[in-house]
């Protein structure tokens, strides 16, 4: 039986996750990636529900634990650094995670973990990118950026939050189902030995503004720092050219400076900073995620944003579920007696499932996220408001009720269970 032919569109979590699955089917894979390497960059990330049951059912958990940081719990603290409580990772590999999961991961280590557990069998091309692609009822014809012209039976867009694979699909349809929630993030790492007596931990600072820090350390050479903000709090911010990192820089700078804690040493990091990176928080909400022979997959289908904690689980899950109604509904292929027709048919049929399965996972992680342009504005700003959550912090900290890491993060999926594809889970 004849493999599908499948391009697949980003090499990053997601795209790498799906391009794994499939190989394992034995399908014919191609990834491509702009950048000219695996993006090996990134800070960190990590798994929490139906992502670990991804993780494990396709036999790398082993292998990731090989890889993750050593991250032991998240602490809160106030501008002059007095500690307001602490909950601890929850190491029992059961039940829900906390702040701090025992599944955390650089994002670079990651995707070169599954780049590596698929090289064998999958096709990376890198510094490509498709240009333009037509359909016909027997295949779907790509251009791609170096200007040669192939034929696949599918191609899965799988290039994240700003995908260009989106825009080609659904053109102005796509702009209309990306919702900004009004909230800026600031990402990068701050060269930093650990200091004596310091311990792996998150260290999150809440300050009046709506904006707040988060520092974490993966490195015993640098630690990464998290900038968050409302965007109407962050006019100069808001009027810098997206990828101008200067002027981004200096737009969160005036933000923060005056903060307390040890804002000055991370805005000095901030500076002095080569891997800096500014996002502006959308949820991705598309009514739907195919079009003929194209499909989406991870953010840039469903991107639920950082502020659900689970981004990297919806990609990896999606994948998983992807392939593993592909594997259903084509198995290895395609008789070679079958019609074109009949062959589209089936692969509809696949496509059509995947969104039906996963659809209810997403609703609920995405909840209530892009209700408003201004996500932020509904929080405590205030110094007494602020005061109040430290409080409740500390009070939930002390009893070890983790109810508010269960409020904030969205891995409770109301009953929503993965399903099970045997045929990937034990091919070989």
């Known amino acids: 039986m004849p493999q599908l032919k499948v391009l697949i569109c980003g090499g990053g979590i997601a795209g790498n996750t799906l391009a794994f699955c499939l190989s394992k089917l034995g399908h014919n894979i191609t990834v491509l990636e702009r950048h000219p390497e695996i993006r090996a960059s990134g800070l960190q990330v990590d798994l929490r529900g139906p992502g670990i049951q991804v993780l494990r059912r396709l036999g790398l958990e082993e292998a990731f634990r090989a890889r993750t940081v050593p991250e032991q719990g998240l602490q809160l603290v106030d501008a002059k650094g007095k500690s307001w409580g602490y909950f601890p990772a929850n190491k029992s590999g059961k039940g829900f995670q906390s702040f701090t999961t025992d599944f955390e991961i650089m994002r670079g280590e990651l995707c070169q973990l599954l780049y590596d557990v698929s090289k064998e069998r999958v096709e990376y091309q890198f510094g490509k990118w498709v240009r333009e692609s037509s359909e016909t009822e027997a295949y779907i014809e790509v251009l791609l950026s170096d200007g040669a012209r192939e034929r696949f039976d599918l191609v899965v867009g799988a290039d994240g939050s700003g995908s260009q694979m989106r825009k080609m699909l659904f053109g102005d349809e796509a702009c209309s189902a990306v919702h900004p929630i009004g909230v800026y993030a600031g990402y990068f790492t701050i060269r930093q030995p650990v200091r004596q007596a310091e311990e792996y931990n998150a260290t999150v600072l809440i300050c009046p503004g709506h904006k707040g820090i988060m520092t974490r350390r993966g490195d015993p050479e640098k630690y990464q720092a998290y900038l968050l903000c409302r965007e109407k709090c962050a006019t100069r911010l808001g009027n810098a050219r997206k990828g101008d990192v200067e002027d981004e820089k200096r737009g969160l700078a005036e933000v923060f400076r005056g903060a307390g804690w040890k804002t000055e040493e991370i805005l000095r990091g901030l500076a002095d900073a080569d891997d800096f990176y500014c996002e502006r928080m959308a949820v991705a909400a598309l009514d739907r995620w195919s079009r003929g022979r194209v499909v989406l997959v991870g953010d840039a289908a469903y991107c639920p944003t950082a502020m659900t904690g689970m981004g990297t689980s919806c990609g990896v899950t ?39 399965t996963l659809r209810p996972f997403i609703t609920t992680v995405q909840k209530g996220i892009a209700d408003s342009d201004d996500y932020m504005g509904g929080l405590p700003s205030s110094a007494m408001g602020i005061r109040l959550v430290y409080i409740m912090f500390w009070i939930t900290s002390l009893l070890r009720l983790d109810v508010l890491a269960k409020w904030v993060l969205r891995e409770d999926t109301k009953g929503w269970q993965l399903p099970e594809y045997k045929v990937m889970d034990h091919a070989e």
């Not at 994948?319 to 509809?348: H, M, P, Q, S, W």
């Open 318 to 356: 999606g994948a998983y579920t992807l392939a593993g109604e592909i594997g259903k509904y084509c198995g290895n292929g395609f008789n070679t007696d079958e019609c074109d027709v009949v062959a589209k048919d089936r692969l509809t049929a696949a496509l059509t499932k995947y969104e039906e």
